[in-house]
T-cell receptor, first 113, second 115 residues
Framework: DVKVTQSSRYLVKRTGEKVFLECVQD?????MFWYRQDPGLGLRLIYF???????EKGDIPEGYSVSREKKERFSLILESASTNQTSMYLC????????????FGPGTRLTVT | DQQVKQNSPSLSVQEGRISILNCDYT??????FLWYKKYPAEGPTFLIS?????DKNEDGRFTVFLNKSAKHLSLHIVPSQPGDSAVYFC??????????????FGKGTKLSVKP
């Protein structure tokens, strides 16, 4: 079974804080993705990575950065959290023959006050 | 501009009847389509997919139909069960350089199956 884990289910941070969201997958997948989900807006891609130390901007990268130092781990960083970054953050991975099938973690509900 | 559209934000169906969820897309470069199901406070889970070379794929109670000329796909759930109540996302994968499994998601349709 593919397993994607995220470091926290719920997180509350203050405006201006630096926030780290961690994601780990155990299927040796090459591809990893970070999305945010907001009501009425669906899933929007923030950043993705096809390989270690490689990153690409998605549709809404502003205010975020990422790090992929190891194949199994993909971190999302909010350099200076703002209230409009309050959201559900979802990590996903894919790879191998079924490259289109992304497997998602349980999500982190981040609240910035 | 939205490339993947789910025009119905919600759908309510009686238990045992058919649920039909619709999705339209605009980009003819999409070559693979997927449906995901999401319960509150959980990540989406993969449900069923279809390649652009097919027009139908079936898995148990779930069937996905693809009409390439109309750029339309639909998910049929028969019979619908209360446990199917969730948000359903349609997703498409583009077939051009550098895409490598990227998905473009619709905004989702919330399905409620009433006992």
């Amino acid at each position: 079974d593919v397993k994607v884990t995220q470091s926290s289910r719920y997180l509350v941070k203050r405006t201006g804080e630096k926030v780290f969201l961690e994601c780990v997958q155990d299927m040796d997948h090459e591809n990893m993705f970070w999305y945010r989900q907001d009501p009425g807006l669906g899933l929007r891609l923030i950043y993705f990575s096809y390989d270690v130390k490689m990153k690409e901007k998605g549709d809404i990268p502003e205010g975020y950065s990422v790090s992929r130092e190891k194949k199994e781990r993909f971190s999302l960083i909010l350099e200076s959290a703002s209230t409009n970054q309050t959201s559900m953050y979802l990590c996903a991975s894919s790879g191998g023959q079924a490259v289109h099938e992304q497997y998602f973690g349980p999500g982190t509900r981040l609240t910035v006050t | 501009d939205q490339q993947v559209k789910q025009n119905s934000p919600s759908l309510s169906v009686q238990e045992g009847r058919i649920s039909i969820l619709n999705c339209d897309y605009t980009n003819s470069m999409f070559d693979y389509f997927l449906w995901y199901k999401k319960y509150p406070a959980e990540g989406p889970t993969f449900l069923i997919s279809i390649s652009s070379i097919k027009d139908k794929n079936e898995d148990g109670r779930f069937t996905v139909f693809l009409n390439k000329s109309a750029k339309h796909l639909s998910l049929h759930i028969v019979p619908s069960q209360p446990g199917d109540s969730a948000v359903y996302f349609c997703a498409a994968s583009p077939n051009y350089g550098g895409s490598q499994g990227n998905l473009i998601f619709g905004k989702g349709t919330k399905l409620s199956v009433k006992p």
